[in-house]
């Protein structure tokens, strides 16, 4: 089976290591150095270019990871092509990209969230606390939570237009689906840490860190009450969900309410989930881009997943780059979001570094095993968490 995956960070090393392991012919689309070393890469980033280089690529299958070529229409092109894809059409992916699309249709269909207002510009009396969100898309950065006069500032340094949202109280839970447009199967559930600094402190991130299993809600309920009426409700209106949909959640006293959905894997959510998974995954992959998952379960092993994000001196502001890393250890599960090969060895090259990955049979072992193996990639002024899963 050859499969593309389309995006080059630590989620899509996740997705192209599984694949291969399943006995998979990986391509990547731009990839990595790092993913070099499993896949044959293809040197594209346009939707454009990657779906007219996909119709002679004689592929069983394209895997989108990153939300910025779903919103561009990438699913559309390949599908006109008849192209089998994991990551929906541009329609639906307005889950993601756009939040007062995805908040009105959650209104509509009956899914649990905040209550909520949308603005062109933000009143001066916004109410305190509250969460602004701005509309498309924004690389993480499009969120302030307003618990006080002084994060007002931040709020209104955000572009509108604005969703001005309730503040949910309680712990945050992301779940994640495999849909094929009419049905889903869920494929576990993740906890990510999203402020740089221990004890939730410091500015949010694309995420510092993950472990799966969370245990901390009935994901029955959730697939009853949040994952089913969103794959219906976008069957009913004209745009089915075929891919990986994301359910970032708040546990409430009320019960679990949508803080926002993705139209993607997390990340550095996949990489804690994707090694638990036990069923094939590259024939479940290709089940759901053809509509026929038919109600097939996904058994997830019992190990629990515990992945340290180390990231560059000065991310998420100012990241920097250009550090030495040292001999990386081959036995260990390393996603690398952003590294370069050179003839001396690995650097560093963004913000987010790698993702270093711990499984045991239990929470703490997992996260001593992703701790021992951190410290083994340290580089010069590397950033982690050291709480991740405490
Ligand atoms: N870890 C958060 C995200 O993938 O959006």
Request: aromatic residues 6%; glycine residues 12%.
């Amino acid at each position: 089976m050859r499969v593309l995956v389309v995006g080059g960070g630590a989620r899509e090393h996740a997705l192209a290591w599984r694949l291969r392991e399943d006995g998979a012919t990986v391509l990547a689309a731009p990839g990595s150095d790092a993913m070099a070393t499993l896949a044959e890469r293809v040197p594209l980033t346009d939707p454009k270019d990657i779906a007219s280089w996909a119709d002679q690529g004689r592929l069983d299958l394209v895997v989108i990871g990153p939300e910025a070529p779903l919103a561009a229409g990438l699913a559309d092109r390949l599908r006109q092509r008849r192209i089998p894809v994991v990551g929906p059409n541009q329609a639906a992916a307005r889950i993601e990209s756009s939040k007062t699309w995805s908040r009105a249709f959650c209104r509509h269909h009956g899914i649990p969230g905040p209550r909520f207002g949308v603005a062109k510009e933000l009143p001066k009396d916004l109410p305190v606390p509250c969460v602004v969100k701005t509309d498309g898309l924004a690389a993480g950065k499009g969120v302030v939570v307003v618990r006080e006069e002084g994060d007002l500032a931040r709020a209104r340094a955000l572009a509108g237009p604005y969703i001005i949202e309730e503040l949910l109280e309680g712990k945050e839970l992301s779940v994640f689906a495999l849909c094929d447009g009419r049905g889903f199967s869920l494929i576990g559930d993740a906890r990510d840490y999203k402020r740089l600094l221990a004890g939730d402190d410091g500015p949010n991130t694309g995420g510092m860190g993950a472990f799966s299993p969370v245990g901390e809600a009935d994901l029955r309920q959730i697939a009853d009450t949040v994952i089913a009426p969103a794959v219906d409700g976008m069957a009913a209106e004209g745009c089915p969900f075929v891919g990986f949909l994301y359910a970032g959640l708040m546990l409430t006293a009320e019960g679990p309410k949508v803080l926002e959905f993705n139209a993607r894997f997390g990340d550095p959510e996949a990489q804690v989930v994707i090694p638990r998974w036990k069923a094939p995954f590259a024939e479940m992959l290709v089940a759901a881009a053809h509509g026929a998952l038919g109600g097939a379960t996904v058994e997830m092993s019992a190990e629990h997943a515990v992945g340290i994000v180390l990231a560059s001196p000065g991310y998420p502001d100012d990241p920097q780059p250009g550090q030495r890393l040292p001999e990386l250890p081959e036995d260990g599960l390393i996603f690398h979001a952003a590294t370069v090969r050179r003839p001396d060895g690995w650097y560093t090259a963004g913000g987010r570094v790698l993702t270093a990955v711990g499984l045991g049979p239990s929470r703490d072992e997992a996260r001593a095993r992703a701790s021992a193996l951190a410290e083994r990639c340290r580089f010069a002024r590397a950033q982690w968490r050291e709480d991740v899963a405490r």
